[in-house]
């Protein structure tokens, strides 16, 4: 079950101001909107391998409070785990179409829909769940408060599932209990089902937000890929 996202007015949070890391390419803005392709594309991107990245996780060293339920309802068991570079966490996969109308999400493919994401483009809209891979991290709360490691929109994260990575940048908040979200261009990268009503992945998908990075402008997602790449070998080089 999907938990409606929550915008920053909901939130009534903030997260960090802008850290040093500044994508090195600006691409234009997504073209104007289109049905996306209907077959999954189902790939690794960037070239670190996704069970490197995982087998340089190792044990989780936890830095949350506590633990955050994968649905509204469910036992609270997922952890956030941190390293001196990155934090991560073990969950599901929730489809978030949330942000601009599209053929792919809008009011009738997801009951659930909100025209809002906590951030916006350079361009002032609000993101695009069909095209722009991004992830949704939980408010600040006493369980664990994101921005007092380096997490803010814009952050660059690696989703991996069944030994793809796909890079993305944090670009919605959620419920301050709930964590494993993602959007509907995640989703389809990784081959899994991109159906906000029905779709998803119930285990198995890792998030690995590197603190302290930042893209800009948020909806460049070939800097994503670029950044991500980049951080990912300096993850593996510090052992």
């Known amino acids: 079950m999907r938990v409606p996202s929550l915008t920053p007015a909901v939130a009534g949070v903030a997260l960090l101001a802008p850290a040093a890391l500044h994508a090195p390419a600006v691409l234009p803005a997504p073209a104007a909107d289109g049905p996306p392709r209907q077959r999954p594309v189902a790939h690794s991107e960037g070239a670190v391998a996704a069970a490197d990245l995982l087998d340089r996780l190792g044990t989780c060293h936890r830095i949350s409070r506590g633990r955050y339920r994968t649905d509204a309802g469910r036992p609270a068991t997922v952890p956030v785990c941190g390293t001196r570079d990155a934090v991560y966490w073990k ?14 999400c809008n009011r009738h493919t997801d009951p659930q829909f909100s025209t809002m994401t906590a951030y916006e483009q350079s361009d002032g809209r609000h993101l695009d ?110 052992r």
Do not use: M, Q
């Not at 489809?95 to 599209?102: H, L």
């Not at 709360?141 to 952050?155: A, M, T």
């Not at 991109?194 to 460049?220: C, K, L, M, Q």
């Open 129 to 238: 769940a069909a095209r722009l891979p991004y992830i949704v991290v939980p408010a600040p709360s006493r369980i664990w408060n994101p921005r007092k490691y380096g997490v803010r929109g814009g952050s660059v994260a690696a989703v991996l599932y069944r030994g793809r990575v796909r890079y993305a940048v944090v670009g919605d908040i959620g419920p301050r209990d709930v964590i494993g979200e993602a959007s509907y261009a995640t989703a389809r990268g990784l081959g899994i089902r991109a159906d906000p009503s029905g779709g998803g992945a119930p285990a198995g998908v890792t998030y690995i937000v590197f603190r302290n990075s930042r893209v800009h402008p948020i909806e460049n997602h070939a800097a994503a890929v670029s950044a991500g790449t980049r951080l990912a070998r300096l993850f593996l080089a510090h």
């Open 91 to 104: 969950a599901d996969l929730d489809v978030d179409c949330d942000g601009r109308s599209t053929a792919r």
